[in-house]
């Protein structure tokens, strides 16, 4: 087992280790996005460019519990399926467009592109 896990060998573990990659870049990207916004809006309160007293009122009530629902559903991979199949939809109409797939039933770009929802 450590033989194939050393160099990444075995199809499923390197499948495992790259759907863990996208969720933890989703992870980060949400967080990054949630946090960001809020952190600059008090460095420049603090550095006295504006009142931002305002600001805080929406970021503590909206952006930042956002964010403490979303990371669970990321961790458990329920909010990729919600995205798949929000999106199937548009991906069929887009493929259809442009050629791709006449049938409107393959979803399988999407899965790759979202993370890994497996067959």
């Not at 990659?21 to 960001?36: E, H, N, P, Q, Y």
């Not at 548009?90 to 791709?100: F, M, N, P, Q, T």
Request: glycine residues 6%; aromatic residues 6%.
């Amino acid at each position: 087992s450590k033989e194939l896990t050393k160099n990444n060998q075995n199809p499923m573990i390197k499948d495992r280790n790259q759907r863990m990659a996208r969720k933890i870049g989703l992870i980060i990207a949400t967080d990054f996005s949630c946090w960001v916004p809020f952190v600059t809006i008090c460095a420049l309160h603090t550095l006295g460019v504006f009142d931002a007293t305002p600001w805080y009122g929406l970021f503590s009530i909206a952006l930042l519990p956002i964010n403490s629902v979303i990371n669970p559903l990321i961790y458990d991979g329920k909010i990729l399926e919600i995205v798949i199949n929000r999106m199937q939809p548009l991906l069929v109409k887009i493929r259809s467009s442009l050629g791709l797939d006449k049938s409107g039933n393959d979803n399988t770009l999407l899965k790759k592109v979202v993370g890994g929802i497996k067959d």
